[in-house]
């Protein structure tokens, strides 16, 4: 199994594809959707990788709101009453170990290395997040009321602010 996870590892994802079949197509994309069909056609190993990587995507996704809707009604229920805020710090302490991690692991039931791995990811997407926020807060600046981002912006200007953000 581990061998498997490995070559699905070694295989592009679909937002890999996608962002190399964009380029391709400059932009267009219809194009895009063609070419990134046509080599998941082609390729049914490929194929296999990506569809299991959106089906585990959308089952972590769905596992993270049912886990946020809980705490919300734990919330709910607790915050009226002083005399449950024992009961509201015991139920927020439960759903946490409940937190669903890649593969719909939940936190309760991984070891030290998994706990690891899943933080390292966790970092590597603050990071990209905190990048993305940077970018978009230097474009956000560098626009003046009324204006559109491509009115202001050309792509070397955006580039130089993307490295600024960095």
Not at 32 to 47: E, G, P, Y
């Amino acid at each position: 199994m581990a061998q498997a996870q490995q070559k699905a590892a070694d295989l592009p994802t679909l937002s890999t594809l996608s962002r190399d079949a964009l380029d391709r197509h400059n932009g267009i994309i219809d194009g895009a959707v063609t070419d990134v069909a046509a080599l998941l056609r082609q390729d049914a190993k490929l194929l296999r990788s990506v569809v299991e990587a959106a089906i585990r995507d959308a089952l972590t996704y769905r596992a993270s709101l049912i886990m946020r809707h809980d705490r919300a009604a734990i919330i709910h229920r607790a915050t009226n009453e002083r005399a449950n805020v024992v009961a509201l710090a015991r139920g927020l302490s439960a759903s946490l170990l409940d937190m669903p991690l890649a593969g719909g692991a939940r936190l309760r039931d991984c070891d030290r290395s998994f706990v690891q791995r899943e933080a390292e990811r966790f970092d590597g997407l603050a990071r990209d997040c905190g990048h993305k926020a940077r970018f978009l807060t230097h474009i956000a600046q560098s626009i003046p009321d009324g204006k559109t981002v491509g009115q202001v912006i050309d792509d070397a200007r955006a580039l130089d602010l993307w490295k600024d953000a960095a």
